[in-house]
């Protein structure tokens, strides 16, 4: 009979104010950029803009050029890592947090394995680190250069196993606020002047204290969370062993379904009813990706609304929870709210004065209206 897990129930209200509060989204914090970037576990990056927005609504006196300079002076970088899509890390999680996750890079080559047939994937990374550590090269750059060696292969396929196989980041001036550029790689090692570690750790001493590493940050900046949520934040599978080892260390919970919660004693758990302003988020924000139930930030009734296809639109908080999408247009920030919110004249205000502050951080000297409209197209 499988043992039913015990401790006291969180609901939705306080699983929503302790993760904005470790997501510093309950009040900005005076956090350094780079001190976020390592307490967030990175920033998803999909497109340039997202990480700027990102500490935009969490962080005190926030400038882009702050994120700019950290860039240029390679104390964080843009690379892939977490569910295969491309974060923003400082240089140090760059280094570990890439080997960690390396397992389900290595895995997404299964799906090419028809296009690298015949092809010997540690030649492959080999010969993709001497090209890209020579110089930074485009993806189609790699492209050619790999079909040269492997002319019956897909070259498209070659260039997705050098990415999967070597951890590569993106050279600036790519992700510096207005300046970005074409995507050019290098490796990780090449580009910060110091070694990864290892993908996989010497020995199972070092890679039981990674994984618990990984499992104790990832509570400190999304707990308190499930087994299912930290593999859905990191997209890697079978971490139950971890949170067993790590049990004695930390408090147990359950959500409104049973379902067993782990987090860190010492771990802010707000009052459910601490107050959560406003908070105008990007595409793709961490907040709404991370867990497997994510109904602590968006309520069931919205669940989706957030996609169009494959486009994801940036997302808007109201009370703590998703309320509405948000765009810029040419000369107005357009705000769409879901349902009743947004009802009274207070939150509408409480709304544009946000909305204000936002503009006025990552865009000043630019003219725009605010005003409440449609920024999802309806379906005819």
């Not at 104010?17 to 997501?23: I, W």
């Not at 400038?63 to 491309?86: G, K, N």
């Not at 074409?182 to 070694?195: M, S």
Request: overall charge positive; aromatic content about 6%.
């Amino acid at each position: 009979m499988t043992k039913q897990p015990s401790g006291p129930v969180l609901g939705t209200r306080a699983l929503n104010r302790a993760t904005l509060d470790r997501q510093l989204l309950l009040r900005r914090s005076p956090r350094s950029v780079k001190e976020a970037v390592a307490h967030l576990v990175g920033l998803q990056a999909q497109n340039v803009k997202p990480p700027y927005y990102a500490l935009a609504a969490r962080l005190d006196g926030f400038a882009p050029e702050q994120l700019s300079r950290l860039m240029a002076d390679r104390e964080v970088v843009r690379i892939v890592t977490l569910r295969s899509t491309i974060h923003t890390h400082t240089a140090a999680d760059a280094l570990t947090v890439r080997p960690l996750v390396q397992p389900a890079r290595r895995r997404e080559l299964t799906a090419f394995r028809t296009g690298l047939a015949g092809v010997d994937l540690d030649r492959l990374a080999a010969l993709a680190r001497g090209l890209v550590e020579a110089e930074p090269r485009t993806m189609a750059g790699l492209r050619e250069a790999l079909s040269a060696e492997w002319p019956d292969a897909d070259p498209q396929s070659l260039a997705v196993a050098a990415r999967c196989t070597l951890p590569l980041v993106q050279v600036t001036p790519r992700g510096l606020w207005g300046r970005s550029g074409q995507v050019a790689l290098t490796t990780a090692e090449h580009w910060l002047g110091r070694p990864a570690e290892p993908a996989s750790a010497p020995d199972a001493t070092a890679a039981t204290a990674a994984m618990d590493t990984a499992v104790l940050r990832y509570l400190a900046a999304f707990g308190p969370a499930s087994v299912r949520d930290m593999q859905t934040w990191a997209g890697l599978t079978r971490l139950r062993a971890a949170f067993e080892r790590l049990r004695p260390r930390l408090l147990s919970f359950r959500d409104e379904t049973g379902a067993e919660l782990f987090d860190l004693p010492d771990a802010p758990r707000p009052d459910p009813g601490t107050p959560s302003p406003p908070r105008f988020l990007p595409e793709f924000d961490n907040l709404l990706l991370s867990h497997a139930d994510r109904t602590r930030v968006v309520p069931p009734e919205y669940r989706g609304r957030v996609w169009q296809g494959n486009q994801a639109h940036r997302t808007l908080l109201v009370d703590g929870f998703l309320a509405g999408v948000w765009k810029l247009a040419e000369d107005a920030l357009v705000i769409e709210t879901f349902g009743r919110s947004a009802g009274g004249a207070a939150e509408r205000a409480a709304i544009m004065e946000e909305g204000e502050r936002m503009l006025a951080t990552l865009h000043p000297g630019e003219r725009y209206d605010i005003r409440f409209g449609t920024v999802v197209a309806q379906a005819r």
